[in-house]
């Protein structure tokens, strides 16, 4: 296995991650903030809203800051959001968190999708294999987000969850 195949089945777990985190932690977020269904679906709508202009912006970043400046710029984004995230206490720093989290998974997944066809000869296995890995991420962040809210406390887990995208 290359060094390119590692890192994708590396790193498309964390997009996958990336991409369900918020909806893991909109309830417990809820209860902590004291929002109400408009302002968490506030919080969800800032998610989308910021994805694309930012994968539009991504393309030209790519160029200038390199596939590895644009993907740890993003990774560093998420983990910033997460730790946001896992401290705040009030709701316009939650919706700013969530915008840098939507920034972040923009940036990284834009290269994930560019290098996943780089990584192996043959597209459809590409494909077919790393969508398999981001669906991972995405089909267990709930489940292990939970455990750890449930194990350590809101504060701990995220802050977990954003260690986990430094490294």
Same mark, same amino acid.
């Given at each position: 296995?290359?060094?390119?195949?590692?890192? /994708?089945?590396?790193?498309?777990?964390? +997009?996958? /991650?990336?991409?369900?985190?918020? &909806?893991?932690?909109?309830?417990?977020?809820?209860?902590?903030?004291?929002?109400?269904?408009?302002?968490?679906?506030?919080?969800?709508?800032?998610? %989308?809203?910021?994805? %694309?202009?930012?994968?539009?912006?991504?393309?030209?970043?790519?160029?200038?800051?390199?596939?590895?400046?644009?993907?740890?710029?993003?990774?560093?984004?998420?983990?910033?959001?997460?730790?946001?995230?896992?401290? +705040?206490?009030?709701?316009?720093?939650? =919706?700013?968190? =969530?915008?840098?989290?939507? &920034?972040?998974?923009?940036? /990284?997944?834009?290269?994930?999708?560019?290098? /996943?066809?780089?990584?192996?000869?043959?597209?459809?296995?590409?494909?077919?294999?790393?969508?398999?890995?981001? %669906?991972? %991420?995405?089909?267990?962040?709930? +489940?292990?987000?939970?455990?750890?809210?449930?194990?350590? &406390?809101?504060?701990?887990? =995220?802050?977990?969850?954003?260690?986990?995208?430094?490294?």
């Amino acid at each position: 296995m290359t060094l390119l195949q590692t890192f /994708m089945v590396v790193s498309l777990p964390a +997009t996958g /991650m990336c991409y369900a985190v918020l &909806g893991a932690l909109k309830l417990p977020l809820a209860e902590r903030l004291k929002m109400n269904v408009a302002k968490v679906g506030g919080l969800v709508s800032s998610f %989308g809203f910021m994805v %694309g202009p930012i994968i539009l912006l991504c393309g030209f970043l790519a160029v200038a800051l390199g596939r590895k400046g644009l993907w740890i710029s993003g990774s560093m984004l998420v983990a910033l959001s997460l730790f946001m995230l896992a401290r +705040t206490t009030k709701y316009s720093w939650a =919706v700013v968190a =969530v915008a840098l989290l939507s &920034g972040g998974w923009a940036a /990284m997944i834009n290269v994930g999708n560019v290098l /996943m066809y780089l990584a192996y000869a043959n597209v459809f296995m590409a494909t077919n294999l790393l969508d398999f890995f981001f %669906g991972l %991420g995405a089909f267990l962040t709930p +489940t292990v987000t939970v455990l750890l809210i449930r194990r350590f &406390g809101f504060t701990t887990a =995220v802050t977990m969850l954003g260690a986990l995208l430094i490294v």
